[in-house]
């Protein structure tokens, strides 16, 4: 290759250290996943198009395979890239009933594929983490309540600027919907759904013109939206609307439960709020529903979301339900890092420096870097036998913290001493016992307050 090769539009790459920050937010991620139970799996990266759209989502432009040498150009394998994690796991559910144990708890953290229109925060490629809880037949509400928590706790401890989770209740905006006399209830969800785009005054228009309402019924519409408490506070607030119905007492219920089952879990990094004016159109959803913010970069819109799904996959004999979030990983992680928000302290996994005398002394300093690596410590000898000050200067380009220095007396002894270049300290030093204080042991990420 001669030229520059161009980048490809919405496939993000990371240099070295953006791609440590991801894999701690991934590996912090999946421990917290695991104390709860939550056991991994990945899925294909392709799934047949008949099971991508049967929903008819064609608007997530599904990327089509087609074998290179394939004469007739109209046609295809019949097979697409997943535009999201949920219809594979659906697909694998159905495949594997029989050999998992139920209720089947679930992470996966893999990529995904969408042919949409690339901006920041969102990517033809990219990569998110889902949790599910699926059972046979019937889900109590309380996994609702689970993966809330789950979700809230795991993200509380990645080291993101502060997240705000937002639920509401399908049961209760139906509820109310029916309630006010709506004919479409879905059609007004649908519509509702629109007010993170457009203004309420639009909003209410399109509530007249499209969902059948009358000015009275959108006004009481757009009067529950506005409703958002970090307590169940909103349930006495939606009670002097004055409007009643069976399902929108069970919403409120509901909702009521999971935003006091989160409680305990309330932080400066994490906010759980129960928002009625989250609606998510899909029409799937059958209860609790789910929306995550980064607060201070609210223009990314929603960084996750979910919610619950009486029919998730069926057979037709067993029906499978579930609950569920999805947190976008590289929908999160990619802007921040691009806005200098996100880094890490260095560039290269190694704590250590072995430094170099001459090349007649490499294999003493391979020997001093795996004694080091014994004992976990990651480390790297230096790359040539440069002067000492290049190779302290080696080091601190790429955020290396401490220099190993060794010297031979007269004698023949054999001294070793290590710098820590930040502060300039140098000490007589053990290849067999010395480490580092524990925050050195692996880079660390830096988190710069920055917002839009």
Request: net charge negative; with cysteine.
């Amino acid at each position: 290759m001669n030229a520059k090769p161009t980048p490809l539009s919405g496939f993000p790459e990371l240099l070295p250290e953006q791609r440590f920050v991801e894999q701690q937010v991934i590996d912090s991620l999946r421990r917290v996943f695991e104390l709860h139970g939550f056991a991994g799996i990945e899925t294909r990266a392709t799934e047949p198009l008949d099971q991508l759209l049967r929903k008819g989502e064609t608007s997530k432009e599904v990327y089509v395979l087609r074998r290179l040498h394939e004469t007739d150009t109209a046609s295809d394998s019949g097979m697409g890239l997943h535009f999201d994690l949920t219809v594979p796991f659906a697909r694998y559910v159905l495949e594997n009933a029989s050999k998992l144990e139920f209720p089947f708890r679930r992470f996966q953290i893999q990529k995904a594929w969408r042919g949409e229109r690339p901006q920041e925060g969102r990517y033809r490629e990219f990569t998110q983490a889902d949790i599910d809880v699926v059972m046979k037949d019937e889900l109590p509400f309380h996994f609702d309540v689970e993966v809330a928590r789950v979700m809230a706790e795991a993200l509380s401890a990645v080291p993101l600027p502060p997240l705000r989770l937002r639920v509401n209740n399908r049961k209760l905006i139906e509820g109310f919907y029916r309630g006010i006399g709506a004919a479409d209830p879905q059609a007004v969800i649908t519509t509702i759904d629109k007010l993170d785009k457009l203004p309420a005054e639009q909003v209410s228009a399109l509530l007249v013109s499209d969902a059948g309402l009358s000015g009275a019924q959108a006004a009481q519409c757009l009067a529950l939206a506005t409703i958002s408490a970090n307590d169940s506070s909103f349930v006495e607030q939606v009670r002097a609307l004055g409007v009643e119905h069976e399902l929108l007492d069970t919403g409120l219920a509901e909702l009521a439960a999971v935003i006091d089952g989160c409680a305990s879990l309330r932080s400066e990094r994490f906010e759980v709020e129960a928002s009625l004016s989250l609606a998510r159109g899909l029409d799937y959803y059958t209860g609790t529903v789910f929306e995550i913010y980064m607060v201070g970069f609210e223009f990314l819109k929603s960084v996750g979301g979910g919610g619950r799904y009486d029919a998730l996959a069926s057979d037709g004999r067993t029906t499978y339900p579930g609950v569920g979030i999805s947190f976008g990983i590289s929908r999160s992680l990619v802007p921040l890092m691009s806005r200098g928000v996100l880094s890490s302290d260095r560039k290269v996994p190694s704590a250590v420096l072995v430094a170099l005398v001459d090349e007649e002394s490499r294999a003493s300093a391979d020997a001093i870097a795996s004694a080091l690596r014994a004992r976990d410590i990651p480390c790297e000898v230096a790359a040539s036998a440069q002067k000492f000050g290049r190779q302290i200067r080696y080091a601190e380009r790429r955020g290396i913290p401490y220099v190993w220095f060794t010297q031979s007396s007269d004698a023949g002894a054999i001294t070793h001493e290590v710098k820590d270049i930040r502060s300039g300290d140098q000490v007589p030093a053990d290849p067999a016992s010395w480490t580092p204080p524990t925050e050195d042991l692996r880079p660390r990420i830096v988190i710069e307050e920055k917002t839009q």
